[in-house]
């Protein structure tokens, strides 16, 4: 049986799904780390150390920070250029037994169950990852609970992971 559903898109939403792919991607230990390895190359630079060791941990240290903010800035950059791309920010999606289907101005695109790898559920959204740094981000508050149900059934026999 297909469900249909039509997905409204904004700036928040699109700031929201890259600030949870950050989190889930970095994590809070990059973070801890990049803290602690400038902290100790304060205290290095502090006792009077100046050798290629501090200037290793500095190199490490930026490329470490500059990753973190690359994650957030290249997806939320990408979503907002998707978001403008639409010119109206409404998609259409359809889904059945073979596979979801998206449709908006943009274009248009059709996907069996089994090209999705895993879904990570949110509060007003999900991110269905179809690669480890490709997702598209599903607005829910105008998916039934009938319609969400179907998607996650067929998702888990199709072998996706759920979070």
């Known amino acids: 049986m297909p469900y249909h559903a039509e997905l ?55 490329f470490g920070c500059a990753m973190m903010v690359a994650v957030f800035v290249v997806h939320y950059r ?27 101005l943009a274009g248009k695109a ?9 879904v990570w559920r949110c509060e007003g959204f999900w991110l269905v990852l179809l690669s480890p740094a490709q997702f598209i981000t599903v607005p829910t508050r105008t998916l039934g609970p009938d319609m969400q149900a179907f998607v996650m059934s067929q998702l888990s026999a199709a072998g996706a992971r759920i979070r």
């Open 8 to 62: 409204r898109y904004d700036k928040a939403l699109i700031r929201s799904a890259a600030a949870v792919y950050w989190r889930r991607t970095v994590g809070l230990r990059l973070p801890w780390v990049c803290v602690a390895m400038g902290g100790f190359l304060v205290y290095l630079v502090a006792q009077g150390h100046r050798s290629w060791v501090e200037g290793v941990l500095g190199a490490t240290l930026v």
């Open 78 to 104: 990408n979503g907002l250029a998707k978001l403008r791309d639409m010119r109206e920010p409404v998609a259409q999606l359809r889904v059945d037994e073979t596979g979801l289907a998206v449709e908006s």
């Open 110 to 118: 059709a996907l069996p169950w089994s090209a999705v790898q895993e």
